[in-house]
């Protein structure tokens, strides 16, 4: 019984150890909270030679393109769509967006059938108002323990073909393309949103300032 009495509090040890390093693991993965002071000269060459995917937001010729890797589920990114939308209306002809899927699977259930929506909405030409939507909408599907029903509820919102879609969504091919953007990505994406500007990539998140003056500066160039 002594041995036992002991036992207990030690087993309450490794399980709070356990429980700090799963913490630790989701917060590694899913970048951190937009920090307001972040440096904007925190920056470190990336290539991305070749990477481009056709999702793109903005005037096809503009000077500064700014790449996100995202994750669809995680509020992260979800507190950076407005912004983003907000910096194309500010620097519209001079800025375009590129969008890349890394649905972050072992945190995010959803996320990946979400890449599949925005992906299967893309087939019928409609990939950035799924994208919207599912921003958007996230917490409405993000918890659902049938998100499918709701990605299926967004085309039809849409008005996209519904048997076309789930055809899409159900297609080998198009996992095919979310799986191609993470492995493009897994060479430097630490967590979800990853920003690369003009080649750089971004190491701390900007807030709307400090992206503005960002693109200042590559305008300026």
């Given at each position: 019984m002594?041995?036992?009495?002991?036992?207990?509090?030690?087993?309450l040890?490794?399980?709070?150890?356990v429980?700090?390093?799963?913490?630790?693991?989701?917060?590694?993965?899913?970048?951190?909270?937009?920090?307001?002071n972040?440096?904007?000269?925190?920056?470190?060459?990336?290539?991305?030679?070749?990477?481009?995917?056709?999702?793109?937001?903005?005037?096809?010729?503009?000077?500064?393109?700014?790449?996100?890797?995202?994750?669809?589920?995680?509020?992260?990114?979800?507190?950076?769509?407005?912004?983003?939308?907000?910096?194309?209306?500010?620097?519209?002809?001079?800025?375009?967006?590129?969008?890349?899927?890394?649905?972050?699977?072992?945190i995010?259930?959803?996320?990946?059938?979400?890449?599949?929506?925005?992906?299967?909405?893309?087939?019928?030409?409609?990939?950035?108002?799924?994208?919207?939507?599912?921003?958007e909408?996230?917490?409405?599907?993000a918890?659902?323990?049938?998100?499918?029903?709701?990605?299926?509820?967004?085309?039809?919102?849409?008005?996209?073909?519904?048997?076309?879609?789930?055809?899409?969504?159900?297609?080998p091919?198009?996992?095919?393309?979310?799986?191609?953007?993470?492995?493009?990505?897994?060479?430097?994406?630490?967590?979800?949103?990853?920003?690369?500007?003009?080649?750089?990539?971004?190491?701390?998140?900007?807030?709307?300032?400090?992206?503005?003056?960002?693109?200042?500066?590559?305008?300026?160039?």
């Open positions: 002594p041995n036992s009495s002991k036992a207990q509090p030690l087993a040890i490794v399980g709070a150890i429980i700090a390093g799963g913490l630790a693991v989701y917060l590694s993965r899913e970048s951190a909270a937009p920090n307001p972040a440096g904007v000269g925190a920056t470190a060459a990336v290539s991305t030679s070749g990477a481009s995917t056709g999702r793109v937001r903005g005037a096809a010729d503009a000077k500064i393109t700014l790449i996100e890797y995202g994750d669809y589920q995680c509020p992260t990114c979800g507190h950076y769509h407005p912004i983003l939308a907000e910096l194309l209306k500010r620097y519209e002809g001079s800025l375009k967006l590129e969008y890349h899927h890394f649905p972050l699977i072992q995010h259930p959803n996320a990946m059938g979400a890449a599949l929506a925005a992906e299967s909405a893309s087939d019928q030409g409609k990939f950035w108002e799924m994208h919207d939507m599912l921003y909408h996230q917490n409405d599907w918890p659902s323990p049938n998100a499918e029903a709701l990605f299926l509820q967004y085309a039809l919102q849409l008005g996209l073909d519904s048997n076309q879609f789930m055809q899409s969504l159900k297609n091919a198009t996992r095919d393309r979310v799986l191609a953007d993470v492995t493009r990505g897994s060479a430097f994406v630490q967590g979800t949103p990853t920003f690369i500007l003009n080649g750089d990539l971004l190491t701390d998140l900007p807030d709307l300032k400090a992206f503005s003056e960002l693109i200042e500066r590559h305008l300026a160039k």
